[in-house]
């Protein structure tokens, strides 16, 4: 069963700190992505990665910043956390067939369980 | 660029009763259409998919046809189940070499017993 792990179900840091959150994919897929879901505002996509130590904002990149060492594992870095930040952090990662646009996404993404995260 | 507009939340039905999510977009190009789903505490999971036009997708007794005079891709479920309770998302892909999901704000659907 192919799976998209986040190393924290629930994380609690105080505001100032560095987070770090974990991404670990097992499908060798090439893409992956950070999405943050907050009530009313739906899915707001972070960063996103093409390939490995390869990295690109997405809408609301600010605060944030990424690391993709290994094709399997899409670090998200709260650089300094704030209370605003609270909230659920979702993973996913995708595999695009070569040549067919937006048919090659096939398989949409693959999202993990996310992580709320609650700074205080 | 690309948008994807769902109806206002959220919904709640009796078990049994016939679903409706409407959900209509804005994209350039031939985009592929997805209906994610995300129970209580957990990710979003693929529910259905339609690549090209007057495609129907299915899945757990949901379905939805890609309609593009329309613009749209409702997903509908002839019969709902309190099992079913959670929020649904549509969303739909890029064109371009490495394509990227849009999504709606997503929808809370309610079924009580």
């Known amino acids: 069963d192919v799976k998209v792990t986040q190393s924290s179900r629930y994380l609690v840091k105080r505001t100032g700190e560095k987070v770090f959150l974990e991404c670990v994919q097992d499908?060798?897929?090439?893409?992956m992505f950070w999405y943050r879901q907050d009530p009313g505002l739906g899915l707001r996509l972070i960063y996103f990665?093409?390939?490995?130590?390869?990295?690109e904002k997405g809408d609301i990149p600010e605060g944030y910043s990424v690391s993709r060492e290994k094709k399997e594992r899409f670090s998200l870095i709260l650089e300094s956390a704030s209370t605003n930040q609270t909230s659920m952090y979702l993973c996913?990662?995708?595999?695009?067939?070569?040549?067919?646009?937006?048919?090659?996404?096939?398989?949409?993404?693959?999202f993990g369980s996310g992580t709320r995260l609650t700074v205080v | 660029g690309n948008s994807v507009t769902q109806m206002e939340g959220p919904v709640t039905l009796s078990e049994e009763a016939f679903l409706t999510i409407n959900c209509t977009y804005t994209?350039?190009?031939?985009?592929?259409l997805f209906w994610y789903v995300q129970y209580p505490g957990e990710g979003l999971q693929l529910l259905l998919k339609?690549?090209?036009?007057?495609d129907k997708g299915s899945n757990k007794g949901f379905e939805a046809t890609y309609r593009k005079e329309t613009t749209s891709f409702h997903l509908e479920k002839g019969s709902v189940q309190v099992s079913d309770s959670a929020v649904y998302f549509c969303?739909?892909?890029?064109?371009?070499?490495?394509?990227?999901?849009?999504f709606g704000k997503g929808i809370t659907l309610s079924v009580r017993p």
């Open positions: 969303a739909l892909s890029s064109t371009g070499a490495n394509s990227k999901l849009t």
């Open positions: 996913a990662s995708s595999f695009q067939v070569a040549g067919q646009g937006a048919r090659g996404l096939r398989d949409g993404y693959t």
């Open positions: 994209a350039t190009g031939y985009p592929s």
């Open positions: 499908m060798d897929h090439e893409n």
């Open positions: 990665s093409y390939d490995v130590k390869m990295k």
């Open positions: 339609a690549t090209k036009a007057d």
